[in-house]
């Protein structure tokens, strides 16, 4: 009963660093979403995949790129972190590309020095 | 620009009390409407959701919301509130052409 896992759940990172944020849903969904959260901006979408084989970019791709690996897993890369992508990241995933009901996983917290 | 907002960032009522909480959206046409709720150190979970039909929509947790076209409206209520609601509130919306749109969130603590 996992639903969406993230990994990691804590990280910081001093500026110019890498990491990618890891991501893998056990419910069979097609499309795969990863959002930021700030204070008082709600949650905005970095990148999307709508089915395995397809990435989109969303509202603030920048500074960010993706992989959906397979069906399962999509995962997010910093190549080079700055202070400005010190936020909450959530990855989410839903059956289709339209369908409203997204899954959430438990977020990650990162931190860029 | 299609945008949704969320005129109150945080908002305190007493264990028991009626909740509302307000979601104005910005569309041309009438979007998909949804609200979603964030317990603390959690991802989002779908209350409800509103296509067409009857303006007034059950969620789950004993949440319902009103659409109202004439005010793009579409606020969260719920009668009477336990203290296991205290989290933050997001109200979404969507074209069927668009990605889902977040509002800012509403905070909501509530006193015992």
């Known amino acids: 009963n996992a639903g969406v896992t993230q990994t990691p759940k804590f990280q910081v990172l001093k500026t110019g660093q890498s990491m990618t944020l890891q991501c893998a849903q056990d419910?069979?969904?097609?499309?795969m979403y990863w959002y930021r959260q700030d204070p008082g901006m709600g949650l905005r979408l970095i990148y999307y995949?709508?089915?395995?084989?397809?990435?989109d970019k969303g509202e603030v791709p920048n500074g960010y790129n993706v992989s959906r690996l397979n069906k399962r897993e999509f995962s997010l890369r910093l190549e080079s972190a700055a202070p400005s992508q010190t936020s909450v990241y959530f990855c989410?995933?839903?059956?289709?590309?339209?369908?409203?009901?997204?899954?959430f996983g438990s977020g990650t917290q990162l931190s860029v020095l | 620009a299609q945008s949704v907002t969320q005129p109150d960032i945080h908002i305190t009522v007493s264990e028991g009390a009626s909740l509302e909480l307000r979601c104005n959206y910005s569309?041309?046409?009438?979007?998909?409407l949804f609200w979603y709720v964030q317990s603390p150190g959690q991802g989002l979970q779908l209350l409800l959701k509103?296509?067409?039909?009857?303006?007034l929509v059950q969620g789950i947790k004993g949440f319902e919301a009103e659409f109202k076209r004439s005010q793009s409206s579409f606020n969260l209520r719920k009668p009477s509130v336990h203290w296991s609601d205290a989290a933050e509130y997001f109200c979404?919306?969507?074209?069927?052409?668009?990605?889902?749109?977040f509002g800012e969130g509403t905070q909501l603590t509530v006193n015992p």
């Open positions: 989410a995933s839903s059956p289709l590309a339209t369908n409203e009901k997204l899954f």
């Open positions: 419910m069979n969904h097609n499309s």
């Open positions: 995949s709508a089915s395995e084989g397809t990435t």
């Open positions: 569309y041309g046409a009438t979007p998909y």
């Open positions: 509103y296509f067409s039909g009857d303006t």
């Open positions: 979404a919306a969507r074209t069927s052409g668009s990605r889902l749109t």
